[in-house]
């Protein structure tokens, strides 16, 4: 793959809506660019190379607000990991009234660093970063939270990575209904946990949980950290505290935070955080981090 590193020529379709010629489901920019109308804007530019690596528009719908890339594309059939990977879409999540950001990854540097191409609305249509993990919010500001990386289909497949056996596998958990299940590859099978499961994690590997199912077909598959949970001393009753942060499945941080103490169950500990239940939230399950729980 050739980084991009230039604005790409007037009139290219990928960065053109469909009423002028283009390709592209997304807003026009602002200030909007001549012969590029959806630029400047993040979405039109993450959109648009995205499809263009790949080399034709397969997924117009990437045409949300930035922060909500990851969800929109898991719906169309993509998949997702934390880490940036060539020629995908970081996504960042953003703070109050911020609509987040995305960014597409050119190159992988040696030394971990990524260079990206991105544009901003009504800020500028193109720029090239190079961009360091540091805290892990690869290079943004407090105002936003990194989500993780859409991974683009054109990448060609990794060899299939060997589990490793750490002293705290293997355990029995639970795959969670409507939970998307991978090959060792990481392509994402067609269909997903058709309900809760009961199921043998293996191990870790590749960012994901080899788990063994009876009812799998293959009965080895792998799936995100966030949809397994762990059986153990669960479900025990608790307060949760004013002011506490939730999130989804997928590490997503929703926008409301707890308005009072209220009572919850917490079914289990997800990812680093409590999986918890109250018929008052909306979704009913959410998870929330461990200091939060009283």
Not at 79 to 85: A, F, H, I, K, S
Not at 89 to 112: C, F, P, R, T
Not at 220 to 234: A, L, Q, S
């Amino acid at each position: 793959m050739i980084p991009q590193t230039t604005l790409p020529n007037s009139g290219n379709p990928f960065y053109n809506t469909t009423d002028v010629g283009g390709y592209s489901w997304c807003i026009k920019g602002k200030p909007t660019v001549d012969g590029l109308n959806v630029l400047c804007n993040c979405v039109g530019w993450a959109c648009g190379r995205f499809n263009e690596i790949i080399g034709s528009m397969d997924y117009p719908q990437l045409n949300c607000n930035a922060e909500n890339f990851i969800d929109r594309a898991l719906s169309i059939g993509l998949t997702y990991q934390g880490e940036p990977c060539l020629g995908g879409i970081m996504v960042w999540y953003g703070k109050g009234s911020l609509a987040g950001h995305v960014a597409v990854v050119e190159q992988i540097n040696d030394d971990g660093s990524v260079l990206t191409s991105e544009s901003g609305y009504n800020h500028f249509d193109f720029r090239n970063y190079t961009r360091y993990k540091g805290d892990g919010n690869w290079g943004l500001n407090s105002n936003f939270e990194y989500l993780g990386c859409i991974i683009n289909p054109a990448n060609p497949q990794p060899e299939p990575p060997t589990p490793p056996t750490p002293d705290d596998y293997p355990f029995v958990g639970i795959v969670h209904k409507g939970s998307p299940l991978y090959d060792a590859y990481g392509n994402r099978y067609k269909n997903g946990a058709s309900a809760d499961r009961q199921v043998d994690v293996l191990g870790d590997v590749n960012g994901r949980y080899q788990v063994y199912g009876e009812t799998f077909r293959p009965n080895i598959v792998y799936v995100d950290f966030g949809n397994v949970t762990k059986v153990g001393v669960y479900p025990f009753n608790a307060t949760v505290k004013k002011g506490t942060i939730f999130y989804n499945q997928y590490g997503q941080r929703y926008r409301y935070p707890a308005k009072s103490n209220f009572e919850v169950e917490v079914q289990g500990e997800v990812n680093g955080r409590y999986q918890i239940y109250a018929s008052r939230l909306n979704p009913n399950v959410v998870y929330c981090d461990k200091d939060a729980i009283i």
